[in-house]
Nanobody, 125 residues
Framework: DVQLVESGGGSVQAGGSLGLSCAVS????????MAWFRQAPGQEREGVAH????????VYADSAKGRFTISDDSSKNTVYLQMNSLKPEDTSMYYC???????????????????WGQGTQVTVS
């Protein structure tokens, strides 16, 4: 079975930092793209950042540029999202997603992503 298991969410004050992790199993990790999305209550799910596991190249949403960093550890099949300078508007459920690398673009299109984690809540006050 494919599993994407997020961890690391929580509550933080504005200006603070949080790090999220997503442990992936059940897929050939190097053949997939990985991404973080988020969804606030009453809002559509939106892309935050994306990484190609093959070369570790990254792409960020404008809202994340300069504050968030996506990275991965191929030896652990784990993707990370380091979030700094957090703002109240970053409050959301954050989801890890995976899709075969041949369908990674346009990366922010939710329907292209094949597998999803259960989500982890991030609250910024």
């Amino acid at each position: 079975d494919v599993q994407l298991v997020e961890s690391g969410g929580g509550s933080v004050q504005a200006g603070g930092s949080l790090g999220l992790s997503c442990a992936v199993s059940g897929i050939s990790y190097s053949n997939y793209c990985m991404a973080w999305f988020r969804q606030a209550p009453g809002q559509e799910r939106e892309g935050v950042a994306h990484i190609y596991t093959s070369d570790h190249s990254t792409v960020y949403a404008d809202s994340a540029k300069g504050r968030f960093t996506i990275s991965d550890d191929s030896s652990k099949n784990t993707v990370y999202l380091q979030m700094n300078s957090l703002k109240p508007e970053d409050t959301s459920m954050y989801y890890c997603a995976a899709t075969p690398r041949w369908r990674c673009t346009p990366w922010a299109t939710v329907s292209l992503w094949h597998y999803w984690g259960q989500g982890t809540q991030v609250t910024v006050s």
